[in-house]
């Protein structure tokens, strides 16, 4: 938004802005922030910075956790939930040393930058485009309580076909059915308008909307789906966008989530991301003679995405409910292959993307539990390895498959191999294939040791705390 100190200082005065605030992002994701008043920013701040405990966002050990944040100018945007005018800009991270404080290798967004660099310092490509596609639920309720002897959660839904017999008030009737939500019209849709005002407002905050809609899911799963952008600015996007809906969504009384697997029996929810690469401007992921107009390059990029997909997941599927909506029998994609217009293929080469500028493909297992600066750079190195090693994934057996996968005969079901059933699972993949992360200095072996560290810990949690359907299947042996 910003390219120098002197135009922050004018926009605030124009708009009577009365905070800044800086959002950095943690370890496992989830934006932190801090706020001065507008007088105390100077160029001292862009200079030498802010401090903080890194201990606290998950990343340095204790004995050495004092760093310092220095705000990014050209990300900032006005904040439309605050009473108190507040300007709100991210804040890379840097540490503390002489004669000068240098950026953190463990700082998702510098991760991000190295991955960019690097892929330019390879001459394959300039530049990377992404374009997510966000699904998430809208819930007029949701209760959960973890305690020693009470488990549970609770989550409600007017539109939910649950409610159709509902007599404590009126009610009437159009309901949406269990998985009967794709692309669902009013009055059923009661959700269009407050789409349509998260979409109005990403567009005010520089995030190009292209389409949005009613999902499968009957108790108020929406999707987004936004216009391609950089890889570290797509991340930027990712998490503002995040921030924007569940702020909408609160401020109007409902309440978002982007977990994968909020209800059972229902569509999860996931981020499906479109790539592609260029230099010079040139789309390099065309070729009208190669399958389904992918060049070469595009299909070693598959082959290095399907190759390494177990250790990706465990950034781009980091948390155990992720593995609760990557189960057979629904559109999220459990295969390692690739097809064209195949929706239960980890990649999917969209049919209608015909032309030299829109070839592309989409990655389908990902979902929004990931920190977005790790999940597309993870996925920028492996496909960048399967360029540069001349990764085949017809050779390796990735397909392509242009057939509907569930309805093969099992003797040919079994000769795909399957994505992680379990975050543990991922997270073995990751430490026994996590060399392409390394390449150029991108990832550094002690983020991917604090990342396995810490998720190991998230996952026996979940798997120490007793489930309530482990009351119905052995309360009584």
């Known amino acids: 938004m910003f390219k120098s100190y002197e135009e922050v200082v004018s926009f605030c005065r124009e708009r009577s802005i009365e905070m800044i605030d800086f959002k950095m992002i943690d370890l496992l994701g989830r934006w932190r922030h801090l706020s001065i008043p507008t007088s105390r920013f100077t160029p001292d701040t862009l200079k030498y910075g802010i401090g903080f405990d890194g201990s ?11 760093m310092v944040f220095i705000p990014d100018l050209e990300s900032a945007v006005f904040d439309p939930f605050t009473e108190v005018a507040t300007l709100s800009m991210i804040g890379d991270v840097y540490v503390i040393a002489q004669p000068e404080n240098y950026r953190f290798d463990q700082d998702p967004r510098t991760i991000a930058r190295n991955a960019e660099e690097y892929m330019k310092s390879t001459g394959i490509a300039d530049e990377m485009r992404i374009g997510p596609e966000f699904e998430f639920y809208v819930f007029d309720h949701v209760s959960y309580e973890c305690s020693p002897h009470k488990l549970g959660f609770s989550i409600d839904a007017e539109q939910a076909m649950w409610n159709s017999g509902e007599t404590q008030y009126q009610n009437l009737g159009y309901k949406v059915p269990l998985k009967g939500g794709y692309h669902i019209t009013p009055p059923q849709d009661v959700l269009y308008d407050l789409r349509a005002r998260m979409c109005l407002l990403m567009e005010e905050n520089n995030i190009p909307v292209k389409y949005h809609h009613h999902e499968v899911g009957g108790p108020g799963q929406i999707e987004i789906e936004v216009e391609f952008g950089g890889l570290r600015e797509m991340a930027d996007r990712t998490m503002l966008t995040k921030y924007l809906v569940k702020n909408l969504a609160f401020a109007e009384g409902k309440t978002v989530t982007f977990m994968p697997k909020p209800l059972f029996g229902e569509a999860g929810s996931g981020l499906h991301v479109h790539m592609h690469l260029f230099k010079d401007n040139e789309p390099i992921f065309f070729d009208p003679d190669g399958y389904s107009q992918l060049s070469k390059e595009a299909l070693y990029f598959i082959g290095g995405l399907l190759k390494h997909a177990p250790a990706l997941l465990a950034f781009t599927n980091p948390s155990t409910n992720s593995y609760k909506r990557l189960v057979p029998g629904y559109e999220a994609p459990v295969s390692i292959c690739f097809a064209t217009a195949n929706r239960s293929a980890v990649i999917r080469v969209p049919a209608y993307a015909k032309s ?25 190195m492996a496909g960048l390895d399967g360029i540069r090693n001349k990764i085949d994934p017809t050779a390796e057996g990735f397909g392509p498959y242009d057939v509907n996968l569930y309805k093969l005969p099992p003797e040919e079901q079994a000769k795909i191999k399957g994505l992680p059933r379990s975050l543990d699972e991922a997270l073995d993949a990751l430490e026994e294939d996590h060399g392409f992360l390394l390449a150029g200095g991108v990832f550094s072996q002690r983020l991917i040791n604090i990342w396995i560290e810490n998720k190991r810990q998230e996952a026996r949690r979940v798997n120490d705390i007793p489930h309530p359907l482990e009351f119905e299947l052995y309360y009584d042996l």
């Open 356 to 380: 030299p500028s829109q070839k592309r493909f989409e990655f389908r297992s990902s979902d929004a539990t990931c920190n977005p600066y790790l999940a597309y750079s993870a996925m920028l």
């Open 56 to 66: 606290n966002y998950g990343f340095a050990p204790v004995e050495n956790s004092d």
